[in-house]
Structures are given as C-alpha cells and as structure tokens.
C-alpha cells in the first residue's frame, strides 16, 4: 500500500501528460479539426462544433503565455513552499508545457516538480533519527 502511495503522484503526472498529448494529437494539430473551427471574416457568430471553444482556449494558453507564466509561478512556490500537492502540479504543468511546445518553462518546472516530489518522498520514507 505504502508503494502505491508513492507511486500515485507520479502515476497521475503521467496521465496528464498522456491527456496532454491527445489533446494536441486528435484536437489541435490536424488540419481538418482547425478548418471546422475556422469563422468566416467578419463574423461575430461562433461558428463549428461545441468543441471549437475548447480548442481555441488550449490555443490561448500557448499564445498568451499563460502555460509559461504558470509553470514558471509553480516552480517558485514549490521550492518556497515544498510542498508534495504543489510539486505534483508543478510536474504536471511542466509536463503539459514540454508537449505542448513551451519547452524552457516546461523543462524548468518538471525538473524542480520532480526533484521536490522526490525529496518530499524521500522525506516521508526515512525515519526520524531524533
């Protein structure tokens, strides 16, 4: 049980990875999906599927560098405040921004996600010696 435990944070890093990779695979990158979500000029209308929104608001968060912003401000807090909820979220954000083509704040924020989380467990693995 306690292997389990360990191993959950990672795990779940993983799985928003893999829902990153297939949101960017089946929803932002073929061409036939964006011409769906293409809006005639000069209309005002949202026009396609209910899934366009969607679509546009992964876009937005490469385009106004809202996935840099927060994978660099997770990383600050988690090596302040070193804590394991916040080094999961700094990994999977980290994780997000590598495929999603934010590679410098991604590569940053899974390195420091990883390394507290690892400490955090190493922590929690060893016996007090006091």
Same mark, same amino acid.
């Given at each position: 049980?306690?292997?389990?435990? &360990?191993?959950?944070?990672?795990?779940?890093?993983?799985?928003?990875?893999?829902?990153?990779? $297939?949101?960017?695979?089946?929803?932002?990158?073929?061409?036939?999906? #964006? &011409? %769906?979500?293409?809006?005639?000029?000069? *209309?005002?209308?949202?026009?396609?599927?209910?899934?366009?929104?969607?679509? *546009?608001?992964?876009?937005?968060?490469?385009?106004?560098?809202?996935?840099?912003?927060? #994978?660099?401000? $997770?990383?600050? #807090? #988690?090596?302040?405040?070193?804590?394991?909820?916040?080094?999961?979220?700094? $990994?999977?954000?980290?994780?997000?921004?590598?495929?999603?083509?934010?590679?410098?704040?991604?590569?940053?924020?899974?390195?420091?996600?990883?390394?507290?989380?690892?400490? %955090? %467990?190493?922590? *929690?693995?060893v016996p007090a010696t006091r």
């Amino acid at each position: 049980m306690n292997r389990i435990r &360990h191993q959950a944070p990672w795990i779940a890093a993983a799985l928003i990875c893999v829902a990153a990779i $297939l949101t960017r695979q089946f929803l932002i990158q073929p061409p036939e999906i #964006a &011409h %769906q979500c293409d809006a005639p000029k000069l *209309s005002l209308i949202p026009v396609g599927p209910w899934w366009c929104s969607v679509r *546009s608001a992964v876009i937005m968060t490469y385009a106004w560098g809202a996935l840099q912003y927060t #994978a660099l401000g $997770l990383s600050i #807090a #988690a090596l302040v405040w070193r804590r394991g909820w916040l080094a999961v979220a700094t $990994l999977a954000v980290g994780l997000v921004a590598i495929v999603w083509y934010t590679y410098e704040p991604g590569a940053v924020a899974i390195t420091i996600g990883a390394l507290v989380l690892a400490r %955090q %467990q190493e922590r *929690s693995t060893v016996p007090a010696t006091r």
